[in-house]
């Protein structure tokens, strides 16, 4: 025993040691580390215009890029592009921002005053405040690719940066650091050892996978240096590329920061947060939450659905507790080929259905589904086909939105669902109307379908033939204020 203590102790003498010398040399990697990271950021601020940059008052970016929109295409067999135009004015010293976007055909803007922030609907003409927008998030994260803005975000977090190694990039070797901004996503950016700028900055996106942007053409302006050319890609997919770049240092300030005048507040929106299933006629039901609902049809021996959400399992368990029947799900009206409304096709199958669509959607639907699926599964619709002794219609209506979008006519019910073309999220009153408004009514017409409500896939609120009157009277261009530089011409 006691020289078992004896031991014991000099064992414990001798950890005691080793653990001070292992922290002493642990202190010493941290500091190794952290005066790399240092070295670094120096480097990074000299060559981005070194004390200019860090007396910086103020900067606005003119972004104006083409987006592809993958899972989105108007036909599958083909990619699609879309403006994706933007303006971020910074007032360093005030701490605000003016955020202004043209994504497609959609503009919105975003101010934060250096209190408070707004969202900005220049079409709607509607103005709102938000309670969660901060100087940091104004910008709905457009300045994570701006290579300066990343320099002064380092900066600013130096604290949090983490040297990670060497890495080559075309050759070039590459230090990379990781940092962690205020209220932001955890950046990696992997600088040229050369030059000091940004070649690359690297965000998380799903498990192992990134969000990329790529730096090159570096110029200047008032000392000042920036990247003129960006691509950014999501998992290693192309997402969007710059197609001119401008930034401009100490800017006027006199047409930001400002509220527009005569806006009104937007309209309340519906709470879809609970599952929920409705009878809506004798053999109609619908079913579901947030932005993904269906319509269920029974047709005696089985149901046929219509929306092809995830959750469609949650949404046909819901509708048979309600109507107390317990019956397979035979058919699905799968409406077109984008990628949300095909995320429930996994269930589908699971579920055995029969899935009704064109022939041209089969692929993105075994794409989806992730599992095989014989021939005999599809059912195919050419332009009109009928089920349950004509009691659900199916309906191809080509339009501005997909190449082919099937509408499901409930015929006895005058009951018409679709996908991404008449619907609301609104408490109150209708949609503002579209060219696919007038050419959906006009396409009924056609058909002789006497469609007394509309359901819809992102929405359970039904709306009426006297809606989509009211819509179509309604329909108002899309409005970029004449100030905005982004706007397309
Ligand atoms: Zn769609």
């Known amino acids: 025993m006691k020289i078992n203590s004896g031991l014991m102790l000099l064992c414990t003498s001798l950890m005691v040691h080793s653990i001070v010398a292992t922290a002493q040399n642990q202190t010493a990697n941290n500091n190794t580390t952290q005066d790399k990271a240092d070295a670094i950021i120096n480097k990074v601020v000299a060559a981005y215009g070194g004390d200019k940059l860090l007396s910086l008052k103020g900067f606005k970016l003119i972004d104006k890029r083409k987006a592809f929109r993958h899972g989105q295409n108007h036909s599958p067999n083909e990619t699609d592009i879309f403006h994706r135009h ?32 707004y969202s900005i609907d220049p079409t709607a003409q509607t103005l709102s405040k938000s309670t969660k927008m901060t100087f940091a998030t104004a910008d709905n994260k457009r300045l994570l690719h701006l290579d300066t803005a990343l320099v002064l975000m380092l900066k600013d977090a130096h604290k949090s940066a983490e040297y990670i190694g060497e890495q080559a990039i075309r050759g070039l070797v590459h230090d990379v650091l990781k940092f962690q901004p205020a209220q932001s996503p955890e950046l990696t950016l992997f600088i040229n050892q050369q030059t000091g700028q940004i070649a690359q900055m690297q965000r998380p996106y799903r498990k ?59 309209k309340q929106g519906i709470d879809f947060s609970t599952m929920k299933a409705t009878k809506l006629t004798d053999n109609v039901y619908q079913a579901g939450r947030y932005g993904g609902f269906s319509v269920f049809y029974d047709a005696g021996e089985y149901f046929i659905a219509a929306g092809g959400y995830y959750e469609l399992t949650k ?16 058919y699905l009206v799968v409406s077109h ?37 014989a021939d005999d599964r599809f059912t195919l619709v050419d332009n009109q086909g ?20 099937l509408m499901t006519y409930f015929s006895s019910a005058k009951i018409l669902f679709t996908a991404d073309m008449y619907f609301s999220r609104d408490v109150l009153g209708v ?27 992102h929405s359970s609120k039904l709306l009426t033939m006297d809606n989509l009157d009211e819509s179509i009277a309604n329909t108002v261009p899309v409005a970029c204020p004449a100030h905005w530089e982004i706007c397309v011409k």
Do not use: C, W
């Open 315 to 330: 949404r046909f368990e819901k509708v048979k507790e309600l109507s107390k029947l317990d019956k397979p799900l035979k």
């Open 431 to 457: 949609p503002r109307g579209e060219q696919t408004h007038k050419d959906l009514k006009q396409k009924l017409k056609q058909a002789g379908f006497d469609v007394a409500q509309f359901a819809a896939a």
């Open 86 to 117: 933007a303006s971020v004015t910074v007032d360093l010293v005030k701490q605000r921002k003016d955020y202004r976007l043209i994504r497609g055909t959609q503009t919105s803007g975003q101010i934060f005053d250096g209190k408070h922030g």
């Open 386 to 405: 009928e089920f349950a002794n004509g009691e659900v219609k199916v309906l191809d209506f080509e339009n501005e939105h997909a190449k082919h979008n």
């Open 337 to 373: 080929h984008h990628d949300d409304h095909l995320s429930g096709m996994k269930e589908a199958a699971d579920l055995g259905v029969n899935f009704i669509t064109v022939k041209d959607n089969i692929d993105s639907i075994r794409e989806s589904a992730k599992v095989a699926l």
């Open 208 to 266: 192992n996978t990134y969000y990329n942007t790529h730096f090159s053409e570096f110029t200047q302006n008032q000392g000042i240096t920036y990247a003129a050319s960006t691509y950014q890609t999501k998992g290693g997919k192309s997402l969007n590329i710059t197609i001119t770049r401008k930034l401009e240092i100490s800017p006027d300030f006199t047409q930001a920061f400002k509220l527009p005048k005569g806006y009104s507040t937007p």
